[in-house]
């Protein structure tokens, strides 16, 4: 026999279990639906974030190129660039404020501070190969790692630190590199930093390294001044190119972040 064959029965049984299951029914719906609304309230707050930081950072890269000629400018790219580390911290464009900052220190040869400031970008996006997986699993937490990033600032770290005269900590940035991005630029550099301690040979022996890799990438030839070092240095003549090179190390680094904005 139907153990619910009434209708009086099927109400019984139905209050009995809503008794026994109606409180946990009503929580789990509710939460649920928090789950849900919650998710689509911080992704709507995560893409308005995102659409006002690449505002400011358009914003900031006008300000840095008026800069050269009003000296307001920088100011007011200093600002923009803080601004952006305080309110998008761990953003792809929170390290790109924190290049700018450097670079502006390096403007008003602040270079102490344009030292920390890169230090602290390399330590938060180290130049490290990363796999497939731990590059899925950060996007899938809303993380990022951008180790060509951190191979940047590595450069210009470096650049700082000769400027600063301290070519030992200058080699030894270089050659804790983890990836081979920047590779030329690591070698001219390096080139340099050598020619800067009269060790011509090693200065050579980085300069020809650097034409080799340029002469090895498809579409790209060694710069012209990284030729002249190098013919100079093989003449047995000063490297006349080096010392400028050394003395800007913020400047020329052709090399701009892909953000789909104007580059810097």
């Known amino acids: 026999m139907d153990p619910y064959g009434t209708e009086e029965d099927q109400i019984k049984a139905l209050k009995q279990w809503w008794a026994r299951n109606g409180s946990s029914t009503l929580i789990g719906v509710g939460l649920a639906l928090a789950l849900v609304f919650g ?10 974030a995102s659409e006002q930081a690449a505002v400011t950072y358009q914003q900031l890269l006008q300000a840095v190129d008026a800069a050269a000629t009003d000296p ?18 761990g953003s792809r464009y ?40 731990a590059t899925r699993i950060d996007g899938l937490l809303g993380r990022y790692a951008d180790p060509q990033l951190g191979a940047l600032a590595r450069v210009r770290l470096a650049r700082v630190l000769l400027a600063l005269g ?12 983890g990836t081979d991005d920047f ?18 040979a ?12 340029a002469g090895s990438r498809e579409g790209t030839t060694a710069s012209r001044l990284l030729q002249l070092k190098l013919q100079e240095l ?3 003549e000063p490297a006349a190119g080096a010392a400028p090179a050394a003395a800007d190390p913020a400047a020329a680094d052709a090399t701009t972040p892909d953000t789909g904005a104007t580059k810097q």
């Open 39 to 48: 998710w689509q309230w911080w992704q709507q707050r995560q893409q308005g």
């Open 202 to 213: 090693g200065a050579i022996t980085a300069y020809r390294a650097a034409v080799e890799r």
């Open 183 to 200: 590779a030329v630029e690591k070698l001219e550099l390096r080139g340099d930093i050598l020619s800067r301690r009269n060790d011509t």
């Open 94 to 133: 929170a390290d790109y404020a924190s290049l700018m900052l450097a670079r502006l220190h390096v403007g008003k040869n602040e270079l102490i501070a344009a030292e920390t400031e890169l230090r602290a970008l390399l330590e938060r996006q180290p130049d490290v190969a990363r796999g497939a997986l």
């Open 72 to 89: 307001i400018q920088g100011t007011t790219a200093a600002h923009l660039a803080t601004q952006l580390k305080e309110l998008n911290p």
């Open 166 to 177: 301290r070519s030992d900590d200058a080699l030894a940035v270089l050659d804790a590199a």
């Open 234 to 236: 093989e003449l047995g």
